[in-house]
């Protein structure tokens, strides 16, 4: 007996059933973009209602726009990745690399070199470069991109390691860059402020821009777009580039936050970010979702884990809920469309 492999497929369409489903698909499809934003003014009202005193205030939600504004970041590339029906695991690995990489540049405890903004544009150049990789490898040598992503975020670990060296932990120093995150603009954090710009450019680039379009096109059938004159693997590679870029820019960011880099800078992003892009209805599959739903999906995430911690649930309970809830999300994403769906051996 052979081995063989389960995946799941779509079923043929027949012409006269393709109207009708497509119709009823979009109406569903509508009816989602409802649903989560509803569930998330809900989680604000429950929250509120269980925590009077704490969680309705403006420093708490200083503090919620300030956690969630990573994911934000790295939710937008993840989300362009999820559309093309791949997906990215490298990205606590490249965050790794790049925040170790920008803290060294910048005035630091270990070392007197301080490039200032530069060192922010090499930590992002950096994730560039390692997403590029990721593309380059997945497109040319058509290795799987799960496989790719996974052995890339491993690359960032070690080259993490060996940036960092065996010397103490560089800490940022006090005033000046590291303090960026923390200042406010209009009453909110400065963190917040750069990954909304973040959102509303990979927002734009989705809906009104040739890379946008070619992505979800890709996603939806990579053959047809193929047959149709697309190019594919560049435009795949640009998005695992954008993708880098984003993990190294969170990378930055999170060194900024916590005044140092740690190897493990980016432990726990990875669940949150896939969490919150399946949360907010972008299909695994590829081909529908968008940045928008993934920024409801993350905001949903940082409420829920705000609204946890503030009523006191210990840190595992908050975890298996954040997996229940990605389980969850993922099963009513997928009901809607279980009839066209079969296991394929």
């Known amino acids: 007996m052979s081995n063989t492999t389960t995946a799941i497929a779509p079923q043929p369409e027949t012409a006269a059933t393709a109207p009708v489903r497509s119709t009823r698909t979009g109406r569903r499809w509508e009816l989602r973009r409802s649903v989560e934003v509803l569930a998330l003014i809900l989680l604000i009202l429950v929250f509120s209602l269980l925590n009077r005193d704490t969680f309705p205030?403006?420093?708490?939600?200083?503090?919620?726009?300030?956690?969630?504004?990573?994911?934000?970041?790295?939710?937008?590339?993840?989300?362009?990745?999820?559309?093309?029906?791949?997906?990215?695991?490298?990205?606590?690995?490249?965050?790794?690399?790049?925040?170790?990489?920008?803290?060294?540049?910048?005035?630091?405890?270990?070392?007197?070199?301080?490039?200032?903004?530069?060192?922010?544009?090499?930590?992002?150049?950096?994730?560039?470069?390692?997403?590029?990789?990721?593309?380059?490898?997945?497109?040319?040598?058509?290795?799987?991109?799960?496989?790719?992503?996974?052995?890339?975020?491993?690359?960032?670990?070690?080259?993490?390691?060996?940036?960092?060296?065996?010397?103490?932990?560089?800490?940022?120093?006090?005033?000046?860059?590291?303090?960026?995150?923390?200042?406010?603009?209009?009453?909110?954090?400065?963190?917040?402020?750069?990954?909304?710009?973040?959102?509303?450019?990979?927002a734009l680039v989705g809906r009104y821009t040739r890379l946008g379009r070619y992505t979800y096109a890709i996603g939806n059938?990579?053959?047809?777009?193929?047959?149709?004159?697309?190019?594919?693997?560049?435009?795949?590679?640009?998005?695992?580039?954008?993708?880098?870029?984003?993990?190294?820019?969170?990378?930055?960011?999170?060194?900024?936050?916590?005044?140092?880099?740690?190897?493990?800078?980016g432990a726990g992003v990875l669940f949150l970010t896939i969490a919150a892009v399946v949360i907010g209805g972008t299909s695994l599959g590829g081909g529908k979702g968008g940045v928008l739903r993934t920024a409801v999906g993350v905001l949903m995430l940082s409420v829920l884990n705000n609204g946890l911690l503030i009523s006191g649930v210990s840190v595992n309970i908050r975890t298996a809920v954040s997996g229940v809830i990605l389980i969850v999300a993922i099963v009513v994403a997928a009901w809607p469309y279980r009839s066209r769906l079969r296991i394929v051996k």
């Open 221 to 265: 059938n990579e053959q047809i777009s193929r047959d149709n004159g697309v190019s594919v693997n560049r435009y795949k590679t640009i998005v695992f580039t954008i993708a880098g870029a984003c993990s190294g820019l969170g990378g930055v960011l999170t060194t900024m936050q916590l005044g140092s880099s740690p190897a493990q800078i």
């Open 57 to 202: 205030t403006l420093v708490n939600l200083q503090a919620i726009l300030d956690q969630a504004s990573v994911p934000l970041i790295i939710g937008v590339g993840a989300t362009f990745v999820i559309l093309l029906g791949c997906i990215d695991l490298s990205v606590e690995g490249l965050m790794s690399a790049c925040g170790v990489t920008f803290a060294l540049l910048s005035a630091n405890s270990r070392m007197t070199m301080d490039l200032g903004f530069w060192a922010v544009v090499v930590g992002v150049a950096l994730g560039a470069a390692l997403g590029l990789a990721n593309g380059l490898i997945h497109t040319l040598l058509r290795v799987p991109s799960f496989i790719v992503t996974l052995g890339m975020g491993f690359v960032g670990f070690g080259l993490s390691s060996v940036i960092y060296g065996t010397d103490s932990l560089p800490m940022l120093d006090e005033g000046g860059i590291k303090e960026w995150p923390a200042q406010q603009f209009l009453n909110l954090p400065y963190s917040f402020w750069l990954a909304a710009v973040v959102v509303v450019i990979g």
